[in-house]
């Protein structure tokens, strides 16, 4: 089993940062893949950015440049610097660890990220 809790969400302006942490417990060791999702109200969950145990990152086209994803030596706290945020990145963001035990998959509760115009 794999825990996740997200923090650092908030309230910024525009033009602002945040920067979310995913905080893994549990069976840690299991872990080979932590991505970052998001979702708008009324809107599907999409993948934002995500980074393989061997810190390979990929990032949706809207944040590139924006955004960076990391995470600590022990995988166990994984990152995401959000810089020069706009309105349109309002959304409650969720961390998502993927487990080679059974390929489980496993979710945070969610962090609201509100950017004010």
């Known amino acids: 089993q794999v825990q996740l809790v997200e923090s650092g969400g908030g309230l910024v302006q525009a033009g602002g940062s945040l920067r979310l942490s995913c905080a893994a417990s549990?069976?840690?060791?299991?872990?080979?893949?932590v991505a970052w999702y998001r979702q708008a109200p009324g809107k599907e969950r999409k993948l934002v950015a995500s980074i393989t145990r061997t810190g390979t990152t990929t990032y949706t086209d809207s944040v590139k440049g924006r955004f960076t994803i990391s995470s600590d030596a022990a995988y166990d706290r994984i990152y995401l610097q959000m810089n020069s945020l706009t309105p349109e990145d309002t959304a409650i963001y969720y961390c998502?660890?993927?487990?080679?035990?059974?390929?489980?998959?496993?979710w945070g509760q969610g962090t609201q990220v509100t950017v004010s115009s």
């Open positions: 549990g069976s840690i060791f299991s872990i080979v893949y």
């Open positions: 998502k660890a993927d487990s080679y035990i059974l390929s489980s998959t496993y």
